[in-house]
């Protein structure tokens, strides 16, 4: 059996173009927020809305979905080099006076463009991930208690006041937590799995994500 079909390989696919089209609609509005976030870095708070809509207004005028093809990696990586490619023809007109990365990373305290659309970018899948799970986990009220613990490390959270509340084991809630944040790994995967063509870019692609948090 093949890789299903995702929003990314509906753009790098040669076909249907009109299918392609609604794919990249539904990515941008779904990662508006990491577009917003290098936009916010690179040229200021005050121009990232509007850049933020230019950019979304060349995208369809140009076809840019249209372009897309397998070597250029994810979704991630090729909507990044579109932003940097935007940049490069319009950076005269928004440039920051003295502004090139590195100054601009020394400003914001070591945060690159890059890096803060890298972060954006995996907060959005973490949120959208959230999301799920709290959709799936509304009709437990034991996993709707623990959604605000899935991301504490090991068991260091103190869960025997919650047990206790909750009338429950502290080992079974344990055991709960731990099938929770199994069940967020999944979801994560999932969401990657949307943006890759192949299955094995998932597994790289959550090890940049990681990377991505951990350096806040």
């Known amino acids: 059996m093949g890789f299903p079909t995702t929003r990314w390989s509906l753009l790098v696919a040669s076909g249907d173009q009109a299918a392609a089209r609604l794919a990249w609609d539904e990515l941008a509005r779904r990662y508006r927020a990491p577009i917003h976030a290098w936009f916010r870095s690179r040229y200021g708070a005050d121009r990232a809305d509007d850049l933020t809509h230019a950019f979304f207004a060349e995208?369809?005028?140009g076809d840019w979905w249209a372009r897309a093809d397998i070597d250029r990696g994810s979704f991630r990586t090729y909507l990044r080099m579109l932003l940097?490619?935007?940049?490069?023809?319009?950076g005269e007109r928004y440039a920051i006076?003295?502004?090139?990365?590195?100054?601009?990373?020394?400003?914001?305290?070591?945060?690159t463009p890059e890096h803060a659309y890298e972060r954006a970018f995996a907060q959005t899948l973490v949120a959208h991930a959230m999301d799920r799970l709290r959709d799936q986990s509304r009709d437990d009220p034991i996993m709707v208690a623990?959604?605000?613990?899935?991301?504490?490390?090991?068991?260091?959270?103190?869960?025997?006041?919650?047990?206790?509340?909750?009338?429950?084991?502290?080992?079974?809630?344990?055991?709960?937590?731990?099938?929770?944040?199994?069940?967020?790994?999944?979801?994560?995967?999932?969401?990657?799995?949307?943006?890759v063509v192949d299955p094995v870019q998932v597994d790289d692609e959550l090890r940049l994500l990681r990377d991505a948090l951990a350096r806040d």
């Not at 940097?84 to 319009?90: L, M, V």
């Not at 006076?97 to 945060?111: M, P, Y």
């Not at 490390?153 to 509340?165: N, P, T, V, Y």
């Not at 344990?174 to 799995?193: H, V």
């Open 97 to 111: 006076a003295g502004g090139d990365d590195q100054a601009i990373a020394a400003a914001a305290g070591g945060v």
């Open 59 to 61: 995208s369809i005028a």
């Open 84 to 90: 940097q490619r935007f940049g490069t023809r319009h």
């Open 146 to 195: 623990l959604l605000q613990h899935v991301f504490e490390r090991g068991e260091q959270g103190d869960l025997k006041q919650l047990a206790s509340a909750l009338g429950v084991l502290q080992n079974t809630l344990s055991q709960r937590l731990r099938r929770l944040k199994l069940r967020l790994r999944e979801l994560l995967r999932e969401e990657f799995s949307l943006l």
